[in-house]
């Protein structure tokens, strides 16, 4: 059994990974942040019936999954995504927090490293959220161009961010 | 399928445009191949972590517009998160902080300022609005038909020319609004966060593969100082709004009566005095007769400290 102060803390450490793994469904990290609040709030009102913070997590999880397929099939009537089968595969894997700690940090560095025109590639998309056609607009690029980028863009951080944390290790 | 492929359709996913073929084709590698699945939720972690660094850097810019300071970027990282943490559990012992959590709601308000966004009073003026409170724009009229939003809603007539450069082309026809937002700006307590949300319905109701495609937009522009030369200067003062936001959706058609939500956001600097709301339907092939394109239930919404409990716990 948790305490409410127990869970809250326990989800709030786990924000990014949780939200992360909600715009795997809602594709929208505004709305997934929307969820996460609902989550909390929910989990908070059952905390008693948590056993262990695994149990909150995987609660989490799938409460999350299900109320963001709630809220597309309310706006859009329908929802069109990731089958419930992959959403659980995936959900058994998803990194936790140590993971993000690492990440933030060396992210911090990898993205000073881009050049401005991709720093606004990727403000553009994940802060204002612009789709791609609308990115493309406004950067003046074909979308199938703004997609290449951005897979570009994520494989060059991700092997920015590997090759940092593994000379941190080194060091 | 090598990792840039699957980075490319995986983003093409987070756009929302997978054809059912390409999810299937996702699925399938990602069933198969558990790096493949590794790379997706890195991804997915990568993208968040990104959309909050942006966000948290427009906090401390204080504007939608991210302006990078100088000195050092991103010192919010170093806070560890267990401190946060440590924060919010030592606030949960405060009753009034429990109530702030549970009741999330407590922190968003729809905005009465902007008038009429279910479309059941007013008729549409012409030209760009001369005041706040009204709709105004390209030839545009207000019909009965099922609503999203009580019994009437907006419907687009024809593109225009903007007033302000009425030799320009008629791409789109365009309704706004402009709200005050001063009356605000006394209620929001000085280092919160505040965002405007900007919601509205659509509903292409042409017969579903109809050309050309429209393209929908919901726009809102803050600015600072005084609306009332605005519409000698739209669209040219656009550039100049301290913050702005849009969503938009292209359809081709088949709506069939359900209708489509849009929505954006937009930080709310302190110095914002009033929003222009625009709302657009653009035909993307010219010129088009725009015909069964509606409008309805526009809501301005204000939210603090919207996304992090933490926030609202150390109130």
């Given amino acids: 059994m948790h305490a409410p102060e127990d869970i809250t803390a326990t989800l709030l450490a786990e924000r990014l990974p949780l939200t992360a793994f909600f715009a795997s469904v809602t594709r929208d990290f505004h709305l997934a942040e929307d969820v996460f609040q609902e989550v909390c709030v929910k989990a908070v009102a059952r905390a008693e019936t948590f056993e262990t913070t695994a149990h909150v997590m995987n609660w989490a999880r799938l409460a999350g999954k299900n109320r963001a397929i709630d809220i597309l099939r309310a706006r859009d009537g329908r929802y069109v995504g990731l089958s419930d089968e992959m959403l659980a595969l995936l959900a058994d894997e998803w990194p936790e927090k140590s993971r993000v700690d690492t990440m933030q940090e060396a992210l911090s560095q990898c993205v000073e490293q881009i050049t401005p025109n991709n720093r606004e590639l990727l403000r553009l998309r994940y802060f204002e959220r612009r789709n791609c056609t609308d990115v493309a607009a406004i950067m003046g690029r074909k979308i199938e161009t703004v997609y290449q980028a951005l897979a570009r863009l994520h494989k060059t951080l991700g092997d920015c961010i590997r090759t940092r944390l593994q000379t941190d290790s080194g060091s | ?315």
């Fill in chain 2, 1 to 315: 399928m090598n990792d840039t492929d699957f980075l490319h359709l995986l983003m093409r996913h987070q756009d929302g445009v997978l054809t059912p073929d390409e999810m299937t084709a996702l699925e399938a590698v990602m069933r198969d191949d558990p790096a493949k699945r590794q790379l997706f939720a890195e991804t997915q972690l990568r993208s968040m972590v990104l959309h909050d660094r942006f966000r948290q850097e427009a906090f401390q810019s204080g504007c939608g517009f991210s302006r990078t300071p100088e000195k050092k970027r991103f010192t919010w990282i170093t806070r560890p998160i267990a401190a946060m943490a440590a924060g919010l559990v030592i606030g949960l012992f405060s009753a009034s902080i429990v109530w702030a959590i549970s009741s999330p709601k407590a922190t968003t308000e729809r905005l009465s300022s902007l008038v009429d966004g279910s479309f059941e009073q007013r008729a549409i003026g012409r030209g760009f609005p001369r005041q706040s409170g009204v709709w105004s724009g390209d030839e545009a009229d207000i019909v009965e038909r099922t609503a999203s939003d009580g019994r009437q809603v907006l419907r687009f007539v024809s593109p225009g020319a903007d007033e302000a450069d009425p030799a320009g082309p008629a791409i789109s026809c365009d309704i706004f609004q402009i709200v005050d937002l001063r009356p605000l700006r006394a209620g929001l307590v000085p280092e919160a966060d505040a965002v405007l949300e900007l919601s509205a319905r659509f509903l292409d109701d042409r017969p579903a593969n109809t050309k050309p495609s429209v393209t929908f937009t919901a726009q809102i522009f803050l600015f600072s100082g005084d609306p009332s030369d605005m519409h000698a200067k739209w669209p040219f003062a656009a550039p100049e709004s301290l913050a702005s936001g849009s969503s938009l959706q292209t359809t081709l058609g088949g709506d069939v009566g359900r209708w489509r939500h849009g929505s954006t956001r937009v930080f709310m600097p302190s110095e914002a005095g009033f929003a222009v709301i625009q709302l657009a339907a653009r035909p993307n092939i010219r010129p088009a007769v725009l015909d069964s394109l509606y409008a309805d239930d526009v809501r301005l919404t204000l939210k603090t400290q919207p996304a992090l409990p933490v926030r609202i716990a150390q109130r």
